[in-house]
């Protein structure tokens, strides 16, 4: 929900802006009271007071999300993929694999509900289940993906959809070496399939370094080798539980 790019260059938008603190002279500032700096801690704060937060799991959640930063996505520069050729490339790649629709998603997004989504989600025996505005909601994993905007055809279950996956021998074929150790992106010899990676990385899977290529990350990439139809929520459900 939160999303979070190497021979590309990428932007990034967020609608958080950068602060700044300017010094006023010596005779100014001896004449702050002590209290100032709380009270300019207090009101930086956010208030989340209006949060639905309940119990023991959902607070330790709150607690360590609460101070984390919050931007929007990183995405790739669409005038430097055009100017490489790689935009066609992209949209191929997205039709066969299942993704147009859930790659051209671009909206923004709220601190408060991504913390409320996450404080609340639970992974149930078919999909998740979540609370907005104290009411709760369910979804499968079926309803998700669709939600996402994952092709209706998308097979759900990521390890059945690439049966003919072998990690060592595919990431040989792709980065020319022959055991998957400490795999890195740069490994990847094919550039868009590279620029991929760090797509896939950036938004389904996103964390402070990307360079690593992730088991499931490299199963995907077998997929869009092969356009097989995919939709690896459950895959991107336990990343985002994974941040407690």
Not at 24 to 41: G, K, L, M, R
């Amino acid at each position: 929900m939160t999303g979070s790019s190497s021979s590309r260059s990428s932007s990034h938008r967020s609608s958080t802006p950068t602060p700044s603190y300017t010094h006023q002279d010596e005779q100014a500032e001896s004449q702050a009271s002590e209290e100032q700096p709380v009270q300019q801690e207090e009101e930086e704060a956010p208030n989340d007071s209006h949060l639905d937060i309940r119990g023991e799991r959902e607070l330790q959640a709150y607690n360590i999300l609460k101070g984390r930063t919050f931007g929007h996505t990183w995405e790739f520069d669409e005038d430097l993929l055009e100017k490489k050729g790689m935009n066609a490339e992209f949209t191929s790649v997205w039709k066969a694999v299942g993704w147009s629709s859930f790659a051209e998603i671009s909206e923004l997004g709220s601190r408060d509900l991504t913390i409320q989504f996450l404080c609340t989600l639970v992974e149930t025996n078919n999909g998740i289940s979540f609370r907005f505005f104290g009411e709760e909601f369910s979804l499968s994993w079926k309803e998700l993906s669709t939600v996402l905007g994952f092709h209706h055809r998308c097979n759900l279950d990521l390890e059945q959809a690439t049966k003919g996956y072998h990690r060592d021998s595919f990431w040989h074929t792709i980065s020319g070496l022959n055991a998957y150790t400490h795999p890195r992106c740069n490994d990847i010899q094919h550039p868009t399939l590279r620029l991929m990676h760090k797509w896939v990385a950036l938004t389904c899977f996103p964390r402070d370094d990307v360079r690593t290529v992730r088991m499931d990350e490299l199963r995907i990439l077998y997929a869009m080798v092969n356009k097989i139809k995919i939709a690896p929520v459950q895959e991107m459900v336990r990343q985002w539980l994974g941040n407690f």
